[in-house]
């Protein structure tokens, strides 16, 4: 199979699977921000890797454990809902490039330029 038909494949198990767990899973756990923001299927279709963004890091540890307790529900609405040869096997992974991106942001806005600084020195004198 093509790479292009894969990374469709992939666009579209991660589309549907979002859709299930906003819509059909209904785990209090879930009760954090959290986004997929991609999937990994293989050549073969027998796995999808789905990477989970979680904005809260204390709802995290939940918010990965409901959704690997769920996994064989959303994989059985997900064959329900797209046309495959074989339903992938799901695996969540818990995707921290978001919040790494937030703080090494945050980092930046804290440190102010160094010929800022030399220009408020030289005001001073």
């Known amino acids: 199979m093509s790479k292009f038909r894969i990374d469709m494949i992939s666009e579209e198990v991660r589309r549907e699977v979002d859709r299930i767990i906003r819509e059909d899973m209904h785990d209090p756990r879930m009760g954090g921000t959290y986004c997929i923001t991609r999937a990994e299927v293989t050549r073969d279709l027998r796995y999808a890797k789905m990477y989970v963004s ?20 959303i994989r059985r609405e ?19 490039n978001i919040a790494y991106g937030v703080h090494v942001a945050s980092v930046l806005r804290g440190i102010t330029p160094a010929a800022a600084e030399s220009d408020e020195n030289e005001n001073d004198l």
Request: proline share 3%; glycine share 8%.
């Open 78 to 96: 997900l064959g329900h809902s797209l046309n495959l040869r074989y339903t992938p096997e799901l695996q969540f992974v818990h995707d921290k």
């Open 54 to 73: 979680i904005l809260e890091d204390d709802k995290a540890e939940g918010v990965m454990s409901a959704l690997k307790s769920a996994a064989g529900f």
